[in-house]
């Protein structure tokens, strides 16, 4: 065995188009990092321990590449359902689907086989510890169940590499390396071409050939007779693996080195030029020096801008058995370089995870239910549609150890909501696939924060195997702006707990927004958010960094509905909503900076306002406000706007003093151009006519005929007191017809509102930035349809969930 010739070594084959040859088989060196042990693997069982160890590796994979394989053949099949391909194309992309959904679920049937074949998961926290706390997996003393098989006190042991590679072989590997990751673009071109299963396992399999670097192997696969060697006569693993004063550990390179020489030269049969090169006496390991820097790099804090502290890096390796089990499950061994910081994978629901290996945690980014978004749409009382918000969740997990495991290695994610009032989304793995049956096992719940208590990877591995560990999620709503150049998604809310209020969600509507303590919540149905089949209601919170956006957002709601009531909004939140928008406008104020104040506060200052309005300079003060800054209208509800008018419009005689003149055009010269100002940020005949419609202290609905007697006669009056002042016309048919340019004018409010009305759109586009109505903008908006990323249907972009 240790003689043969690697072109006569027989091919073992391991599944998909891959096949082991036969090294000649010469001794291996591996530093045991959980123990600080050096095993020395004689050559004869060389061959052996590196098909185990290439085996394992391999079935990590095959999980990951038909993952990958899933999300690119899903991602072809949406582009085609979304342009004009014909239907055999189509069907040729279901096809090559259907191979990569089956090659997935293979490939998860393979690995949990090998789980399953490890300890079972402890009964009971106790347990647990006393695992823990004896360092042993047998003295757990797990209950026998199902799960318990005949390769129970088995465990999967993290081992790094002593090899060093000569020049030539590392050029070898890092030309492998770059043939690692599947094109993506490569990918998707020849899906036309994947006639079979085989065929995609061959194109889309990675890595090509397996490293040795970091390697994973059975503890039933490590023979007592291998020489174990630790803490030789000058160096111990305490001094390498070393807690500096801040608790955190790190590793010294330096003894590293010569810790594994100490131990080595206790070994005949492997040569130290196999591990430090020919130079003894300075050289180093490249794999075990690339294993110190990159550990010790892993963990940095961000003082001041810096990123590191007092200029140190900070290292906090994890080196637990729940950490060697995320590791493993991640594709540790996969990749030849021992990089272990913001290693990114791909995960099913549409996302990746940015990994750090040396902490064993993991952030994932989903987005749900499609990274393109889902529109959502709104039935009034006559049964008519309306498409409201193109929308998802964007979440992120940050998940360790066992919860880490088994998201990584299960087929999809899957999020759950409670139905309660406090429930708060979790997400866990998904087995299976639909149309297969798949393998029924035991659950059992992990709380994310008893994850310490799990000490063993006995534990671990039947908790991946069998169990559903599932970890709590953070996340926010987003919502495709039209005002962003690239409409991209924007935040308007973060997931909070629920809250008891909204008794609604699910029988009245599927989505409530309401004002408490000061802060904008709001709740959705899960199926809103995270996709059709979810249960149960995610409640959502309005930072303060998120008012701005989430007021714009509820705009276009309320365009689109076109300016019929919501019925989404109670009341409470509304009058919070026209509030903040009419005193941010009045006063100049940002809106966040009314975040925190409670409705009462806002209806006080409001009421404080209606007093100071009864003078001329306050009114003179808006007015000038308002037309030095037109754009702070922008995104304003009608009912706030009518109350803008209204306070614009209250005249006395202290008007004339502040105006300059008693008679004429100068006469509430800048409150009338501001009223003017106001009307003309309409964008629609429904806003327009609300604005009309709601002139009043509170912008509550009044008569719009009144409304607008009151406000021609506004524009009429010449002086205080309406009077008619003799020979004297006024100018502002002149002011009307130069603002609204081309327009046709008849010689008074009224003409001028009419022609104005008319002008406008009956409905908005969908998707596009709405721009003032008086400019060339506006025109080229009128001939717009529906931006297709917001009203595309079918697999692209948007599937529609009722509101």
């Known amino acids: 065995m240790a003689n043969n010739e690697l072109g006569k070594g027989a091919l073992n084959s391991r599944g998909g188009s891959n096949v082991d040859a036969k090294m000649p088989a010469e001794p291996l060196a591996f530093l045991r990092p959980e123990t600080g042990e050096v095993i020395i693997v004689p050559a004869e069982d060389a061959n052996q321990l590196r098909s185990h160890y290439n085996g394992l590796s391999d079935m990590v994979a095959e999980l990951h590449s038909a993952n990958k394989a899933v999300q690119l053949s899903e991602e ?79 465990r999967l ?11 030539e072989e590392r050029k070898k590997k890092e030309a492998n390396d770059k043939e690692a990751e599947v094109d993506i673009r490569g990918f998707k071109q020849k899906i036309k071409s994947f006639k079979t299963a085989a065929e995609l396992k061959k194109f889309g399999k990675w890595p090509k050939k397996m490293p040795e670097r970091l390697v994973y192997v059975d503890s039933g696969k490590l023979k007592q007779k291998w020489p174990k060697f630790k803490d030789a006569e000058k160096t111990k693993w305490s001094e390498v693996y070393k807690k500096g004063g801040d608790g955190k550990r790190s590793l010294d390179k330096e003894k590293l080195r010569a810790y594994v020489k100490e131990q080595v030269r206790k070994e005949t049969t492997i040569s130290l030029k196999r591990i430090f090169g020919e130079d003894l006496s300075g050289g180093a ?19 001041h801008g810096s990123l590191s502290h007092d200029g140190t890096q900070i290292a906090d390796i994890e080196l637990s058995a729940a950490a060697q089990l995320m590791r493993f499950t991640y594709g540790g061994s996969l990749n030849g370089d021992l990089s272990v910081t913001d290693r990114r994978l791909s995960v099913k629901a549409e996302g990746h995870a940015a990994v750090d290996f040396a902490k064993a945690e993991a952030k994932l980014e989903l987005y749900l239910p499609r990274k393109d978004g889902w529109l959502w749409t709104v039935q009034d009382d006559q049964g008519k549609s309306f498409n409201l918000m193109a929308g998802r969740c964007r979440i992120t997990l940050e998940a360790s150890g066992v919860v880490g495991a088994s998201i990584a290695g299960e087929l999809a994610m899957k999020v759950e909501v409670s139905p309660l009032d406090n429930g708060i989304p979790k997400v866990s793995g998904k087995p299976g696939r639909k149309g297969k049956k798949a393998r029924r096992k035991q659950t059992v719940s992990i709380n994310a924060n008893d994850e310490a208590d799990v000490g063993t990877l006995d534990a671990s591995v039947s908790a991946f195997a069998g169990a559903r560990a599932d970890g709590t999620l953070a996340g926010v709503l987003e919502w495709r702006d039209p005002d962003h150049p690239e409409r991209e ?3 308007i809310a973060s997931i909070a707990q629920t809250v008891g209020g909204l008794a609604g969600i699910g029988v009245e509507a599927k989505f409530k927004i309401e004002y408490t303590n000061g802060v904008f919540r709001f709740t959705a149905h899960a199926s809103l958010c995270l996709g059709l089949g979810a249960e149960g209601a995610l409640g959502f919170e309005v930072s303060a960094e998120q008012m701005v956006l989430f007021f714009h957002c509820l705009f276009y709601k309320i365009a689109y509905w076109q300016f019929k009531n919501l019925k989404i909004i109670n009341d409470d939140a509304f009058s919070a909503l026209k509030g903040i928008q009419f005193l941010a406008v009045q006063s100049g104020r940002a809106i966040d900076s009314f975040y925190g104040e409670s409705l009462g506060e806002i209806n006080e200052l409001l009421k404080y306002i209606d007093g100071r309005m009864k003078k001329a300079e306050a009114r003179l003060e808006l007015a000038s406000r308002i037309l030095e800054n037109p754009d702070a209208l922008k995104f304003v509800t009608p009912e706030a706007k009518g109350m803008l008018i209204h306070q614009l419009t209250r005249h006395s005689y202290a008007d004339v003093a502040i105006s300059g003149a008693a008679v004429g055009d100068n006469y509430l010269g800048r409150q009338r151009e501001a009223v003017l100002a106001v009307i003309q940020s309409a964008t629609s005949k429904g806003e327009v006519a609300n604005i009309i419609q709601h002139i009043s202290m509170s912008g509550e609905k009044g008569n719009t005929e009144k409304n607008r007697t009151e406000l021609r006669d506004f524009f009429r009056t010449e002086g205080v007191r309406d009077i008619d002042v003799p020979f004297y016309e006024s100018p502002y048919p002149a002011r009307f017809e130069e603002i609204l340019k081309k327009l046709a004018m008849q010689g008074d409010f009224d003409g001028w509102y009419q022609a104005f009305y008319d002008h406008l759109m009956d409905e908005v586009p969908h998707g596009h930035a709405l721009v003032d109505a008086t400019s060339p903008a506006y025109e080229v908006l009128r001939n717009k349809v529906d931006h297709r990323l917001f009203a595309s249907s079918g697999w692209n972009a948007y599937y529609t969930s009722e509101a």
Request: aromatic share 6%; proline share 4%.
């Open 76 to 154: 072809h099949l949406q582009e085609l359902e979304a342009g004009k391909a014909s239907d055999t194309d189509k069907a040729l992309a279901h096809s090559v689907l259907g191979f990569a959904l089956d090659w997935q679920q293979e490939a998860h049937e393979k690995l949990h086989a090998v789980y399953e074949k490890l300890d079972p998961l402890p009964e009971s926290k106790e347990e647990a510890n006393a695992g823990k706390s004896s360092g042993s997996a047998a003295s757990a003393k797990p209950k026998k169940d199902k799960h318990t098989t005949a390769g129970a006190g088995k």
């Open 489 to 491: 998604f924007a935040s």
């Open 157 to 167: 042991v993290e081992l790094i590499s002593l090899s060093n590679d000569s020049p």
């Open 285 to 303: 390991s490249i794999t075990l020096g690339q294993w110190a820097d990159n550990w010790n790099q892993a963990h940095k804090l961000e003082r």
